[in-house]
């Protein structure tokens, strides 16, 4: 059902085989409306959206059994892969629907949904926790039902909806239930209120508690259709995210940028370069009719949500997802909260490569916690306990331009010298780095920006310093800069200093 | 000549009245073939660029008399406007030129040049100082001997070439001659080599060199099309910029991207949304021929330089160029360490706007030498010798969700039982805030990012603090946070700490 092809970080580029084709993941998947569709599937499909989302609910009420003769494809006239939603956001909106989870998981079934979801009870955002337990509990209880009237022959890929929000031990249990039950693929609810407050950090803590229970699945997020939130999800392991939004906001006069929205009347220019954009100016949107302009607008969106996912996509290819989530977070304050969260995501290095082509790049001290990095700095942990046992030396040198550090002349003029020492070069965000093993990515393979690093941004540089000397009788230290000093002094390192190997 | 209609940092978005229109600048300026040009100007006007660039010296040698006769306008048929450089890159690349500065200038004028260019000596990057001192003198020779031929009437733009590279005294002094000359435009030379070696840190430092002495008048900034330092250039002055970069990074097969350029052939997704690819494919683009190839991805990368433009013009009307700025220089450690020069660039201040209607976003230390933050302590410093003689009691009390601080309860508690006390809020990126100027911009208008802001990274709060609670005889600091804590301690502050108000 679901193939991966490449990760970083807890992303994935993944290809979802539905009966009708192939999904490539991430994707973003438009929300079509079965009845008021404004902007229409077949530009959809040419766009290059392969999966949408309808309502089935909605369908039921309004086509009934004429759907079930005609089936969710073409009611929607749409030849890709169809996933149904089953009424959950109704329920939320509205409070309940007129049907049983049983039937409608047969109405998904009879309307060849591709990706049907049973009827959930979301328990959106604010809920007091004895209701969200209540609500999640409902939730499962109506998967379990769903599951009876599931016909297994028609590929179908039946979606489980974890709720319980900000309740992350409720997602947790959630999640884990729903995958005992055999469920195929999980969608995480209700993140709409979490970001319509841009309580970014708690939609990033709810992804980690159920991505932690369920990391092979597929995940889908619901209502995730805000440009800021993307790169964060996908990051955090999401595969696939619905939302409305492009015509929601389009409606209100919301134009979406890479780094967020901005109203129709506060944008001057126009800096995207997509269809819309290029052949408009913002004067002629603004003195368009209101419907001509709402299709615009949304179509505009389509194409700022799509240039979104596949930019992340090329990041996920260089290596570089670290990079474009953090630069990203600079985009709103409440976003950069979200990233702080990817210190502590011991989950991200599962999907990060072993080894990448291109230099990884170290500009702030969050970077010290990237993958790569805690990876290298465990690495040198069992170098020392494995390869080291008879130094008695320990020499540290600061990181020559030339990589790797073994290569250096100055390395070479050191080991002359001491040839029983062990030799070190070092780097904020790495650590210490072995001379034997500088080679090793992505000691050689990173770029770091020269600024005047603070000791105390670094605890795992200190970390790193005090645990590998600690072995050691001699210390040298050969040239060192402030931040090596202070860190010497921080570690009470017994240590020699000199500025300069020639003069010993 | 040239109209400033809005600015933020030195960055300003103003209007060039040329003979041939007006140009609204920033903007990026194509350079044009006047021989041999592959994607058409009809196309380059099409896309809204109206002022392209051409070379003088190849169209009097290609064209001569017959260029005389035609125009500039009709050789490269453009109906916009049209800036002439007149050989100095071919000074550059070739070492001389076979033509007078005064011959070129009377050709440019005979041609209906709209921003002629006189022939200068480009310095390049890496010339030792006493040569490009020569060169400095001869192109300001040339300027001089151009000026007696130019004719006054006929509305051109005469644009003084500005050498002397990463020598900045000698930028300084031929900006300074120039000036004086008279001209009313200026051109910054030879960058290209500077940003072909990712020395962004330095080019920024020339662009500050030349624009302190020139703050007025438009600047021009010569070769610098690459969509990393459009950003950087515009924020620090320059009003325009060419380039061939769109055709020779697209012969090289070089794709443009928001964050730098990328080989065809490591790129798996157009995450661009422009005509050109929103209507191909990865693959297409490798199937195609190459000359056939090599214009569309010309086409694309123009799209690309152009959204940049655009897109730094939007966040210049947002006054949110800062941020932007800062998110740019994420995209690689070499920009960063270009945008921590933008500290201490005292010009930042002037074009930034002293209210914004936009909150201002807080992330990094880097953030507390906002223009705005300056301003904002200078303010509180003037505040105190003017409004507070009086009071002895200073009270310090962490900020409220709740802007401004003196609407909230907490302060009005305060103010109850201490009516004498000077009460003030702080931030890390602001210092001090008394109450009675909590309202003024930006105190009450930014968005902080809550994270463990380290005091080390904080030396304006704790000048700030100290030189604020000098002249009092009591302080007491109510609820003190860590940060506040250690800049207590840091500034051997006398306080009395109080964990609430109600205690007291």
């Given at each position: ?18 009966p009708?084709?192939?999904v490539e993941t991430?994707?973003?998947v438009p929300?079509?409306?079965p ?7 077949q530009f959809?499909?040419k ?6 989302i309808?309502?089935a ?5 309004h086509?009934?059994?004429e ?12 030849d ?12 939320l ?5 007129k ?7 047969q109405f ?5 949904s591709?990706?049907?979801?049973p009827?959930d ?21 109506n ?17 489980a909806?974890v ?5 992350f ?5 959630s999640?884990?239930?729903l ?6 693929m999980m969608a ?5 209120e ?17 991505k932690?229970?369920?990391p092979?699945k597929p ?16 990051a ?10 492009y015509?929601?906001?389009a409606?209100?006069?919301r ?7 901005i ?10 370069q ?25 179509k ?19 290596g570089?997802l ?8 600079r ?10 969260i990817?210190k502590d ?14 230099a990884?790049f ?7 916690h ?5 990876r ?8 020392q ?17 030339i990589?790797?550090f ?7 003029d ?5 040839p ?16 034997e ?9 990173n ?19 005090k ?15 402030d931040?090596?000093r202070?860190?010497a002094?921080a ?5 020699h ?8």
């Open positions: 059902v679901f193939e991966v092809w490449h990760s970083d970080l807890a992303a994935r580029i993944g290809r979802l085989q539905t009708h084709g192939v991430p994707a973003f929300v079509v409306h009845v008021r569709q404004t902007v229409s599937t959809l499909k766009m290059g959206f392969d999966l949408v309808t309502n609910y909605i369908t039921l009420c086509y009934g059994d759907a079930r003769r005609r089936g969710i494809h073409d009611i929607i006239n749409f890709g892969s169809v996933m149904t939603d089953s009424g959950g956001y109704q329920v909106e509205y409070g309940s629907v049907v049983e989870p049983e039937t409608m998981a998904e079934n009879d309307i060849k591709d990706i049907p979801i009827l009870r979301p328990t959106g955002y604010g809920l007091e926790y004895e209701k969200a337990k209540e609500y999640v509990a409902i939730t499962l209880k998967a379990l039902e769903s599951l009876r009237v599931i016909n297994d022959n028609t590929g179908a890929i039946w979606v909806p709720q319980g929000a900000e309740h031990d409720l997602v947790e249990y999640a884990r239930e995958d005992t039950m055999g469920f195929e995480l609810g209700s993140p709409v979490l970001m319509e407050a841009y309580e970014f950090a708690m939609l990033a803590r709810m992804i980690v508690s159920a932690r229970v369920i092979a995940i889908h997020l619901f209502g995730a259709g805000h440009p800021l939130t993307i790169p964060l999800a996908i955090l392991g999401c595969d696939t995210f619905d939302s409305a939004s015509m929601l906001y409606k209100d006069n134009y979406m940028t890479p780094n967020g929205t109203r129709l009347d506060e944008l001057s220019y126009l800096s995207c997509c269809p819309v954009c290029s052949s408009h100016t913002v004067q002629e949107l603004h003195k368009m009719e209101t419907d001509m302009r709402t299709i615009e607008i949304a505009h969106n389509l194409h700022i949500l799509k240039a979104e996912v596949e930019a992340v996509k090329q990041a996920i290819m260089d570089r670290w990079e474009y989530v953090m630069q990203k977070a985009a709103h304050p409440k976003l950069m909260e979200a990233a702080q990817f995501v011991e989950m991200l290095e599962e999907g990060t490569p072993l080894f990448k082509e291109k990884i170290f500009y702030d001290p969050i970077d010290q990237r993958p790569e990095a805690k290298f700095r465990r690495m040198v942990t069992t170098f306990s494995s390869k080291m046992k008879k130094k008695k030396k320990l020499i540290l040198c600061p990181e020559d331009e990589h790797p073994y290569s250096t002349t100055s390395y070479k050191i080991v002359k010298k001491f029983d020492a062990q030799v070190c070069s070092y780097s904020p965000f790495l650590g210490i780095i072995p001379a093993i500088s080679d090793i990515f992505p000691a050689s393979h770029l770091a920006t020269k600024s005047d690093h603070k000791l105390e941004d670094y605890p795992t540089f200190v970390e790193s310093l645990s590998f000397a600690d072995k050691f009788e001699k210390i040298l230290i050969i040239a060192p800069d931040f090596m202070q860190a002094k570690t009470r390192l017994n240590a200093l000199v500025d300069d190997i020639s003069a010993l």
